[in-house]
């Protein structure tokens, strides 16, 4: 089986391609509204530094992506979201690879937490990562979410 590989956004065509599969995922399967989902922090990486993006591919194709939001909230926690795979290649351990990676830059970057707003029925899948349920449910673009956060402290 072709490997995923995981890299750091670093050019604009990157970029594109990590859009490509978050329009697919969020916009065309979810019906998230593009100007919902397609963001300030989502730019050519040489001029937005607000945010840290992992594309994944396969054989060059793009399949998977993620973000890590670099301001900190009050807890001095980075925000991990917008963490889409392809529904072709589902259930192959590409988020969880995903996830991992992200966690590394978030580690790399001296971050010490991260927060994410979980898709309900992803809940159990951060759950094996190590990250715990806060809060009530709310909704983000018509999708019930809870937020959860990981310390990365306890990973180490």
Do not use: C, N
């Not at 937005?48 to 993620?66: C, E, F, K, M």
């Not at 889409?84 to 259930?91: F, S, T």
């Amino acid at each position: 089986m072709p490997e995923l590989k995981l890299e750091v956004v670093h050019t604009l065509t990157e970029m594109q391609q990590a859009l490509s599969v978050r329009r697919a995922v969020f916009i065309e399967e979810q019906r998230v509204p593009e100007e919902l989902e397609i963001d300030e922090h989502d730019g050519d990486p040489a001029q937005v530094d607000t945010a840290a993006h992992v594309l994944g591919t396969i054989d060059g194709a793009p399949v998977a992506t993620g973000r890590l939001l670099l301001a900190l909230d009050e807890s001095g926690h980075a925000h991990i979201g917008r963490v889409a795979v392809l529904a072709e290649h589902r259930g192959r351990g590409h988020g969880r690879a995903l996830m991992l990676r992200l966690q590394e830059v978030a580690v790399e970057r001296g971050v010490r937490g991260i927060t994410l707003a979980a898709q309900f029925h992803a809940i159990g899948f951060y759950e094996k990562l190590g990250y715990t349920v806060r809060g009530d449910v709310f909704l983000d673009a018509g999708i019930e979410h809870r937020w959860m956060d990981l310390d990365l402290a306890k990973l180490t």
